[in-house]
C-alpha cells in the first residue's frame, strides 16, 4: 500500500506532541507507563501508529521519560517512521514536558496537536474534528457528555449537584494554534500557574476561544488495571477483521457539445455526458461506491446537483474529497474495480491514463484499481448510443 499523503488539510501544517512520561505506579508496575505491554507491543507503539496514520497531521514529536529515552527513539523510528520528527525527554510536570515538545517544533509548524500516549484507542475522526474546529477557535479539545449527577462537595459534605448539561469529561488531543500555546505556557510559567490539561493554560489568555468537539468513548485514558483490562478487550474487538464492501452504480445522457470525460480523461468523442459537473460516470460510482462501504450517504447527499460550486466541477476533486472523508472516519481503501458501459468510444487507449487519475487521487497501487469496458450487443440505452453506465465495487478495512 502507497503511503498516505496529506490532503484536505487542516488549517495549517500539524505536529502531535505525543506525552509519554507517565510512570505507571497506579497501572501496579515497575516499567512506564509507556512501555507497558498491550497486545504484543507496548502502549505507546498502538498512539504513534495512530497518529502515524492520522491524514490531518504532518509530523509526530514524541516526549518521553528521560530514562527510557533511547528505547522511544527506536519505538517511534518503528511505529512511526514516516512521521517522528524528535524524541525528547520531558519534565516533573505535564506543561515541562509539552514545553519541552514545543521547543523542538519544526520551524513550519503552525499548529499542535498534543495526546496522551495513554490514549492509544482516539479515532482519526476525532482528531480530524479538533483540528477543524481551529478554523474559528484558538483551541479545541474533546468532551464527553456526563452520564452520572455531579456533585460539587467539601471533603464528606455534599454541596448540591451541579449541572452536568455544562460540564464535559475532557480529553485529548487537544489542539492549539502554535502560537497560542506558546504564550500560553511561558505565561504559566512565569506566573507559577499549574493546569490540569493544556487547555487551562489558554483559556487563561484574555479573549482565548477554545472549542469543545464531540469526544469517543473508546478515546479513555489507561490509568488503573481495570482500564488495562478495558484496553485488551478493546483491541482483541478491533483486530476482528471489519472488511467492507461498497457498490456504487451512475449513468449519463450522451449529447453534442460536451466534452467525455471518463476518469478524469478526455476523450476524443463527437459528444459528451450531460451532467451538473463534468459528468464522469467512472468517478461517480467509485465516489458512490466509497460513500456506500463506509455508511456515509449518497453523492447527492454531499454534492446536491442544484449547488453552483458544483456546477462543472472534475468529478477527480469530488472523488479525492471522498476518498478523504472515507479515511477520516477510520477506513483504509483496498481496492476499486469498475466497469464502463458503452458502446463506443473504446477505452483501451485511455485504459492507463485513467487509472494513474485514479491512483493519483485514491493514494492506491495501479494494480489495486482496475478499469473494464463491455458493451450490451445494442441492447439498452448505452447499446442505442444514449448514455454511458458506470458500475464499481470497493473494498475498505477499519
Same mark, same amino acid.
Given at each position: 500500500?502507497?503511503?498516505?499523503?496529506?490532503?484536505?488539510?487542516?488549517?495549517?501544517?500539524?505536529?502531535?506532541?505525543?506525552?509519554?512520561?507517565?510512570?505507571?505506579?497506579?497501572?501496579?508496575?515497575?516499567?512506564?507507563? #509507556? /512501555?507497558?505491554?498491550?497486545? +504484543? =507491543?507496548?502502549?505507546?507503539?498502538?498512539? &504513534?501508529?495512530?497518529?502515524? $496514520? %492520522?491524514?490531518? *497531521?504532518?509530523?509526530?514529536?514524541?516526549?518521553?521519560?528521560?530514562?527510557?529515552?533511547?528505547?522511544?527513539?527506536?519505538?517511534?523510528?518503528?511505529?512511526?517512521?514516516?512521521?517522528?520528527?524528535?524524541?525528547?525527554?520531558?519534565?516533573?510536570?505535564?506543561?515541562?514536558?509539552?514545553?519541552?515538545?514545543?521547543?523542538?517544533?519544526?520551524?513550519?509548524?503552525?499548529?499542535?496537536?498534543?495526546?496522551?500516549?495513554?490514549?492509544?484507542?482516539?479515532?482519526?475522526?476525532?482528531?480530524?474534528?479538533?483540528?477543524?474546529?481551529?478554523?474559528?477557535?484558538?483551541?479545541?479539545?474533546?468532551?464527553? #457528555? /456526563?452520564?452520572?449527577?455531579? +456533585? =460539587?462537595?467539601?471533603?464528606?459534605?455534599? &454541596?448540591?449537584?451541579?449541572? $452536568? %448539561?455544562?460540564? *464535559?469529561?475532557?480529553?485529548?488531543?487537544?489542539?492549539?494554534?502554535?502560537?497560542?500555546?506558546?504564550?500560553?505556557?511561558?505565561?504559566?510559567?512565569?506566573?507559577?500557574?499549574?493546569?490540569?490539561?493544556d487547555a487551562s493554560y489558554v483559556e487563561r489568555l484574555p479573549v482565548a476561544r477554545v472549542a469543545v468537539v464531540e469526544g469517543?468513548?473508546?478515546?479513555?485514558?489507561?490509568?488503573?488495571?481495570?482500564?488495562?483490562?478495558?484496553?485488551?478487550?478493546?483491541?482483541?474487538?478491533?483486530?476482528?477483521?471489519?472488511?467492507?464492501?461498497?457498490?456504487?452504480?451512475?449513468?449519463?445522457?450522451?449529447?453534442?457539445?460536451?466534452?467525455?470525460?471518463?476518469?478524469?480523461?478526455?476523450?476524443?468523442?463527437?459528444?459528451?455526458?450531460?451532467?451538473?459537473?463534468?459528468?464522469?460516470?467512472?468517478?461517480?460510482?467509485?465516489?458512490?461506491?466509497?460513500?456506500?462501504?463506509?455508511?456515509?450517504?449518497?453523492?447527492?447527499?454531499?454534492?446536491?446537483?442544484?449547488?453552483?460550486?458544483?456546477?462543472?466541477?472534475?468529478?477527480?476533486?469530488?472523488?479525492?474529497?471522498?476518498?478523504?472523508?472515507?479515511?477520516?472516519?477510520?477506513?483504509?481503501?483496498?481496492?476499486?474495480?469498475?466497469?464502463?458501459?458503452?458502446?463506443?468510444?473504446?477505452?483501451?487507449?485511455?485504459?492507463?491514463?485513467?487509472?494513474?487519475?485514479?491512483?493519483?487521487?485514491?493514494?492506491?497501487?495501479?494494480?489495486?484499481?482496475?478499469?473494464?469496458?463491455?458493451?450490451?450487443?445494442?441492447?439498452?440505452?448505452?447499446?442505442?448510443?444514449?448514455?454511458?453506465?458506470?458500475?464499481?465495487?470497493?473494498?475498505?478495512?477499519?
Amino acid at each position: 500500500m502507497k503511503t498516505r499523503r496529506r490532503k484536505n488539510p487542516a488549517p495549517g501544517y500539524v505536529t502531535a506532541i505525543i506525552v509519554a512520561g507517565g510512570r505507571g505506579t497506579r497501572l501496579g508496575m515497575d516499567l512506564p507507563k #509507556p /512501555l507497558v505491554p498491550l497486545g +504484543r =507491543r507496548p502502549l505507546v507503539a498502538w498512539t &504513534l501508529e495512530t497518529f502515524e $496514520r %492520522a491524514p490531518r *497531521v504532518d509530523r509526530i514529536v514524541l516526549v518521553c521519560g528521560a530514562d527510557w529515552l533511547d528505547q522511544a527513539r527506536d519505538l517511534a523510528a518503528k511505529y512511526a517512521p514516516t512521521k517522528t520528527y524528535e524524541v525528547v525527554a520531558g519534565g516533573e510536570e505535564r506543561a515541562d514536558s509539552v514545553r519541552s515538545g514545543m521547543t523542538v517544533l519544526p520551524e513550519e509548524c503552525t499548529v499542535v496537536a498534543v495526546h496522551d500516549a495513554a490514549r492509544p484507542f482516539v479515532p482519526s475522526k476525532l482528531i480530524a474534528d479538533c483540528l477543524e474546529a481551529l478554523r474559528t477557535h484558538h483551541g479545541a479539545v474533546p468532551g464527553l #457528555p /456526563l452520564a452520572d449527577t455531579l +456533585r =460539587r462537595r467539601d471533603q464528606n459534605l455534599s &454541596l448540591g449537584a451541579a449541572d $452536568r %448539561a455544562r460540564h *464535559v469529561l475532557t480529553q485529548t488531543p487537544q489542539c492549539f494554534h502554535r502560537e497560542v500555546l506558546a504564550n500560553a505556557l511561558n505565561r504559566a510559567f512565569a506566573e507559577g500557574f499549574v493546569g490540569t490539561d493544556d487547555a487551562s493554560y489558554v483559556e487563561r489568555l484574555p479573549v482565548a476561544r477554545v472549542a469543545v468537539v464531540e469526544g469517543h468513548p473508546d478515546n479513555f485514558k489507561i490509568t488503573t488495571p481495570s482500564d488495562l483490562e478495558r484496553a485488551r478487550l478493546l483491541l482483541i474487538r478491533r483486530h476482528r477483521p471489519d472488511i467492507r464492501v461498497g457498490e456504487g452504480y451512475d449513468a449519463h445522457r450522451l449529447v453534442e457539445g460536451r466534452p467525455l470525460i471518463l476518469g478524469g480523461v478526455t476523450i476524443p468523442f463527437d459528444k459528451g455526458l450531460l451532467g451538473h459537473s463534468d459528468a464522469d460516470v467512472l468517478c461517480h460510482a467509485i465516489t458512490d461506491a466509497l460513500l456506500g462501504a463506509a455508511g456515509l450517504g449518497d453523492l447527492g447527499k454531499h454534492f446536491p446537483d442544484n449547488d453552483p460550486q458544483y456546477r462543472g466541477i472534475s468529478s477527480l476533486i469530488l472523488l479525492e474529497r471522498i476518498a478523504d472523508l472515507v479515511r477520516d472516519h477510520g477506513f483504509t481503501i483496498n481496492s476499486v474495480d469498475t466497469t464502463l458501459v458503452l458502446e463506443q468510444p473504446r477505452i483501451a487507449p485511455h485504459r492507463e491514463a485513467i487509472i494513474a487519475n485514479l491512483v493519483r487521487v485514491l493514494d492506491l497501487d495501479p494494480e489495486r484499481i482496475s478499469v473494464k469496458a463491455t458493451t450490451t450487443e445494442g441492447m439498452g440505452f448505452e447499446g442505442r448510443g444514449e448514455g454511458i453506465s458506470a458500475r464499481a465495487v470497493v473494498v475498505v478495512g477499519k
